[in-house]
Nanobody
Framework: QVQLVESGGGSVQPGGSLRVSCAASGFLFSSYTMGWFRQAPGKEREFVAGISWSGERTSYPDSVKGRFIISRVNAKNTVTLQMNSLTPEDTAVYYC??????????????????WGQGTQVTVSS
């Protein structure tokens, strides 16, 4: 069965960096667009990064552009989100997800059909 397991979350001070990773199994990872989303308490799930199946194309919203970097290693079935210059507004549970085939770099969470369990990222002084 499909499994997505996030790791690497934790607590960091404002201005710091964290890297979260997602280990995938149970499907042909190299064929699918992957995305990272986040959800803070009382807020909707928010797209923060996407990467095409090949890794050649990426997408970010303005809120994280220039600070977050998504990457993947298809040979290891992993996708990683490097987060820099973190602020308290980045505090959330971070999820990796698999996009439905043929949709490209989509930002709508309803277009993703498998999700990990999430990992908490807390930015606080």
């Amino acid at each position: 069965q499909v499994q997505l397991v996030e790791s690497g979350g934790g607590s960091v001070q404002p201005g710091g960096s964290l890297r979260v990773s997602c280990a995938a199994s149970g499907f042909l990872f190299s064929s699918y667009t992957m995305g990272w989303f986040r959800q803070a308490p009382g807020k909707e799930r928010e797209f923060v990064a996407g990467i095409s199946w090949s890794g050649e194309r990426t997408s970010y919203p303005d809120s994280v552009k220039g600070r977050f970097i998504i990457s993947r290693v298809n040979a290891k079935n992993t996708v990683t989100l490097q987060m820099n210059s973190l602020t308290p507004e980045d505090t959330a549970v971070y999820y990796c997800a698999v996009a439905r085939l043929g949709l490209g770099l989509v930002t709508d969470p309803s277009k993703y059909f498998y999700w990990g369990q999430g990992t908490q990222v807390t930015v606080s002084s």
